[in-house]
């Protein structure tokens, strides 16, 4: 009775201290900075606007740690889809929607691709990911070494639309009156966010996911087709990424070949910061989410701050990776002594 | 007991990541204050409220300078980035709110948006790539910050979303080159020989590769007894410029002149030379004409291995400045603002090397 108290608890410690982490950050970046308008709603908004790819790209990769795997090849999906939709629509006069679609199916049959080599073949997960990294860059440089800025309407009137807030309203100092927005792009990302947190909690494949990622024999013996999951599970990360490509798009507007350098790793730590365990069998989308936020909360300290160099936001994720990586190890060796 | 421990570490953790964070910002939090302020300002005087906050302005009411630049990769950035630091000092009535891109142009953007909700007087970019400026620029837009744009250009779909833009004119730096090849030979009493010239590019799709390229080419048409034999690409770097430059030397066994895109793809020119047993500089028999005038450049026009360098100038900062000054005062801008730029030549460069400031 207690052990399993105890047990129940490990998991849930971990995205609590997150949450509280980002929420004590988060005050005491409002208590510094009161003086330069820190705690304006925008700020926080901010934080979403910016890192909506960063989102939906951490809710994939939480998904593929649960299975105990890990994809490494996400920022250079993100560039190659950036590229993809730029040179689909500037070079090559596509519809946006269509460009869109492509792109979407282009993450499909790569994460398929991925997965098939991953679950049927047995390589390792990093091997995979590693090729596809390459690959993907890779293409990305094939389909055009040049800079291509989009300049698709449609595209721009997705880009630029706004969601105005009726409230919270501020002069600034130019004596303009600015509401605070967000971008459809935030919305898109929540969205997703929320339907995978119920995909993976409420439905027979998500408790197949934990189940593979707790004890792949176990999960053998429940009757779980091990490979199919898997296979699942990085067909759908496949078209997260590109999804995360496309949000990301909306933001920069571009494609370019240097871009998304090291998102991938910026994806694993907001999942390891989040809760979920490179192990396996433990995670939670909505820990990466506050995962997400506590690194853009570390990057708007940075620049708020004004005189520090930006290279504080790197060491800082690296001191927070290093404390949950330990309390994650901590937890998982109780773990292991009780059962 | 364990959770105990746990919670002390977690606790460490914390004031570890606050106090890098809070550290720095205790030195200076000047402009705070006075935000409210001015708020109440502009509600009442509408339009005019940039002359009249100046005007009513005690000392202490700081110009806030937000900048974006780019990264810290070469010489002539770290350049840039002092001319800017030491431009909007204190002293000099601004406050520099200041951000290392890493090269990453998503930064950028973040660091822009930060900036509007700092209510941040002007923003400055030097931007990581000319594309995807749209979105940020149009909040910026709607917050009334101006923005200026220095170094390479931005290729946004409308014009209006930056007020001023300051660089190199390097198609003039083309021109530049040919004029002082021009004067050079005919100094020389080579003005009707022939003259086979090859060429080392920059990195290609570069603005600073296409407008010395094109600069040159341009101009040089003028003198039907240059011949351009080859132009290849070295990509800005001192070993791919060697590279390239071996290859030309052994196609090619009368090459007069060498023109490099910048100057480290000339140094790895001039080894290629030294190396095939050719001697190059003013008094060798291989012209070398350089660009950017690195410091560097200075120590081999005075070792004698180089002829010329055009300078590529990266002290924005009083230029920007200017700008803000106008732009505070009401006054309007040219949209378009080349910083000044000089040649020069080998003869005067023991001279000229201790006055440069990078």
Redesign the interface.
Known sequence: MNFRIKKLDSKQFLLL?TIG?FL??YL??IM??????FG?L??FL?LF??NAGLIVAATGMTMVIITGGIDISVGSVIAMTCMLLAWMMEIKGMNAILALIIVLVVGLVYGLVQGWLIAYLKIQPFIVTLAGLFFARGMTAVIS???????NELF?TW??AKIYFPFGGA??????M?YPYL?PSVLLALITLVLFFVILKYTKFGRSVYAVGGNEQSALMMGVNIRRIKLKVYAVNGVLGTFAGFL?S?????G?V????GFEMEAIASSVIGGALLSGGVGNVFGSLFGVLIKGT???????????????TK??IA??LA?FI??QS?LTS?KVKHS | MKRFHKLIALLAVLMMVFSLAACGNNSKSTVGTDTGESTDNTQSSGDAEATTDEASAPSDDLIVVGFSQVGAESDWRTANTESMKSTFSEANGYQLIFDDAQQKQENQIKAVRNFIQQDVDYIVIAPVTETGWDTVLQEAKEAGIPVIIVDRMIDVSDDSLFTAWVGSNFLQEGYNAVEWLAGYLDSKGRAEEPINIVTLQGTIGSSAQIGRTDGFAEKMAAYSNWTMLEKQTGEFTQSKGQEVMESFLKSYDDIDVVIAENDNMAFGAIDAIQAAGKTCGPDGDITIVSFDAVAAAFDAMIAGTMNVSIECNPLHGPRVAEIIQKLDAGETVDKLQYVEEGVFPAETAAEIKPTRAY
């Open positions: 201290i982490l004590v950050m005491i970046g510094v900075f009161q003086d330069k308008n304006k925008q700020v901010n606007i910016s070494t040049d800079m291509i800025s989009i300049k721009l880009a630029n002069v600034n100092r130019k004596g303009v600015v971008y990301f909306l933001n920069t507007c571009a370019f240097e871009q998304a350098k570390i990057e708007t300290f940075i620049t708020f701050q004004g005189t520090l160099s930006s290279w504080w060491i800082t001191v927070l404390f330990i309390l901590v109780r």
